[in-house]
């Protein structure tokens, strides 16, 4: 099964400096983060409004002046919150940034444990306590100095992230690998049915199929799935068909009862049924709109 498909190959930064940030604005009850993976790490601090964000199988409701930590290898999602309009930053880096040159105490001690995974590092900053709130004031500062980009930036932004890790370390308690065995072994089963109907959308899938990829039951995998991303099997089928329809109609002139047969469907009413309600508006309206905006 190729991962590909569900893993973000996006490049964050540069070889020489591969960290990125990044600001997005979410109108209520706008999609948030569509579920996806990757090995960078990553920081989401919400900077107005609310948003619920998953990571694996745990859900967050951060409000202003909060944020998580996502781990490299993570499934993760973000959802509205109680019809609340949001505006993140996100930092992402490949943590080999923290390395040392050398086979150091610093690099033995307090980075290889993470990159290793041997130790994760805590999900959720609130911002209640003093040292996460001087965390949350060094993230600041990275969003800050890759903005100005000042002499020297890159230094400075790599000795921000040593000091997080440092708060963590004082501060937190961390998971180990045995404990994290269970929810590592439930992604890696999300992962493995995402992609295939990533590779198959276009096709007939049946939960049937799902159910065979994964060994279960489909009373429990029905169960698994909704939890893992708060909708059934065939609602995430049909939401992930009308976003790739909706793709075809910004980017050719493709008739839309070929659109629909291209993402799957077989049923041009039930398209558009499903496609207005998705996107609050009617294929053709769509299609209008995008138009008008490039204009």
């Not at 859900?59 to 019809?83: D, K, R, T």
């Not at 505006?87 to 923290?98: E, G, H, N, Q, S």
């Not at 086979?103 to 995974?117: A, E, H, V």
């Not at 004082?170 to 439930?186: A, E, G, H, M, T």
Request: hydrophobic share 40%; with cysteine.
């Amino acid at each position: 099964m190729d991962k590909a498909a569900l893993k973000e190959n996006r490049i964050h930064g540069s070889e020489m400096f591969p960290l990125a940030t990044y600001i997005i604005e979410c109108s209520a009850g706008e999609k948030i983060l569509d579920c996806h993976w990757h090995d960078e790490w990553e920081f989401l601090l919400v900077t107005a409004g609310k948003a619920v964000f998953q990571i694996e199988t745990s859900y967050y409701e951060l409000q202003a002046g909060q944020a998580i930590f996502v781990n490299g290898g993570s499934i993760h999602a973000g959802y509205p919150c109680h019809n609340s309009f949001c505006t993140y930053r996100a930092i992402v880096f490949d943590p080999t940034i923290l390395n040392s040159n050398s086979f150091d105490i610093i690099q033995t001690k307090f980075i290889d444990p993470f990159l290793t995974q041997q130790l994760v590092l805590p999900t959720f900053i609130d911002g209640q306590s003093a040292w996460e709130r001087k965390v949350m004031d060094t993230l600041w500062k990275i969003i800050q100095n890759c903005a100005d980009s000042p002499q020297a930036y890159e230094l400075a932004v790599k000795a921000e992230l040593l000091l997080i890790l440092a708060e963590f370390i004082k501060n937190s308690r961390f998971f180990s690998r045995d404990k994290l065995y269970l929810n590592n072994y439930k992604s890696d089963q999300m992962k493995k049915i995402l992609c295939y109907i990533h590779e198959h959308y276009n096709e007939k899938i049946t939960v049937r199929e799902l159910c065979k990829l994964v060994g279960v039951s489909e009373g429990h995998f029905c169960r698994f799935f909704k939890h893992m991303m708060r909708k059934t099997p065939v609602e995430y089928i049909n939401s992930y068909r009308i976003n790739h329809a909706a793709q075809i109609l910004r980017e050719s002139n493709r008739k839309i009862i070929e659109v629909a047969m291209n993402v799957g469907f077989d049923n041009l009413s039930y398209f558009h049924s499903l496609f207005k309600k998705q996107m609050k508006c009617t294929p053709a309206e769509y299609r209008k709109k995008q138009a008008e905006r490039e204009l």
